[in-house]
């Protein structure tokens, strides 16, 4: 038995940031995920509803751009699509940067935007995890989200450790944000490092400097008063328990396990598998022949950027029939 066997609902995952498909490291659980994005082009939003995700149990896209409030807001439509942002890139800093020119804004448009909490199909979904890619505008959609993280378990969230944005969310101010919501931090990826606007950039001897970073983050439980605790379901239960089961934190669900309130919500032999390491392993390959590569390669994506990272979940479901797609992980769009 492994821990997802348990699951008798699917894991609610709301995507901020979505393409449509799921970045390699979600895979293992993919089956037992109910997605739900934003796209707030409608026409675009109507395709993806329409279009069959063999990825997920369940996923559904709704026409909204996320933001801290409803409001009307200026959207900047920059010169590689990945950078287009509800912020004003920051030329003072871009520019020093050999990648500065790709956040050239060709135009600005008003978009509605909505909080997460103003969305009533949300507030229906009892959601287990939040993923967060907004270029910049992390904090504001987790100020607009004050009863989202009373639900979630754990948070993926990808922020600048510079400003390339007028204004935008850094990991330090995230840090402060998310601690203070009892949420602590597991895991920290640095996305790789940018070169300077001179003639260092093609040195070997030249690192560059990390722009970006993603981390992972999970509520502190055994910090939540009793009353909390006491209001989870078995299948809210069994859900975070799938979480840590897929991001390798069984230490932690162990933890968890051994909580004399959450732990009253399994059986006696439901707890004897999962202080089973065995109980813990996620699989190395499935069904379809892609997998395999895929999931060896979740870790890895972690290193990439942002574009080439999109790009990769866009085509590995192809590499293995077509070995020399690898050269359009890289393209730009």
Not at 31 to 46: A, M, Q, S, Y
Not at 273 to 298: I, Q, R, V, Y
Request: charged share 25%; with cysteine.
């Amino acid at each position: 038995m492994i821990v997802p066997e348990l699951l008798d609902k699917p894991v609610v995952l709301i995507d901020i940031g979505a393409i449509g498909n799921p970045p390699p490291h979600w895979l293992p659980l993919s089956d037992n995920i109910h997605l739900v994005g934003f796209e707030p082009n409608e026409k675009e939003c109507r395709r993806l509803n329409e279009s069959s995700n063999r990825d997920y149990f369940k996923s559904e896209f709704l026409p909204y751009a996320i933001g801290e409030k409803d409001e009307i807001k200026p959207f900047h439509i920059t010169e590689y699509n990945e950078c287009c942002s509800l912020l004003k890139p920051n030329f003072t800093w871009l520019n020093r940067f050999e990648y500065g020119p790709f956040f050239s804004v060709n135009q600005t448009i008003d978009i509605q935007t909505r909080a997460l909490d103003s969305i009533e199909r949300l507030s229906t979904l009892q959601p287990d995890a939040l993923k967060i890619d907004a270029q910049g505008n992390e904090l504001p959609i987790l100020e607009g989200a004050t009863s989202i993280l009373n639900e979630v378990f754990l948070i993926e969230i990808e922020s600048g450790l510079h400003k390339n944005y007028e204004n935008e969310t850094t990991f330090n101010e995230l840090y402060v944000h998310l601690s203070e919501k009892n949420f602590m931090c597991m895991e920290l990826f640095s996305q790789p490092a940018q070169k300077r606007n001179n003639c260092a950039a093609n040195w070997e001897s030249a690192k560059g400097q990390s722009m970006a970073c993603e981390s992972i983050w999970v509520r502190d439980l055994l910090k939540c008063e009793e009353q909390v605790l006491k209001s989870f379901s078995k299948s809210k239960f069994i859900s975070i328990l799938s979480l840590c089961w897929l991001f390798g934190y069984s230490d932690y669900a162990l933890e968890l396990i051994n909580h004399k309130i959450l732990g009253a919500l399994l059986n006696d032999h439901e707890k004897l598998e999962l202080c089973k390491e065995k109980a813990w392993f996620t699989p190395t390959d499935k069904n379809e022949s892609s997998n395999f590569l895929t999931l060896t390669l979740g870790f890895l994506s972690h290193l990439l950027p942002t574009p080439t990272r999109r790009n990769l979940y866009t085509n590995l479901p192809r590499l293995a029939e077509k070995p020399n797609i690898l050269k359009m992980f890289f393209k730009k769009d």
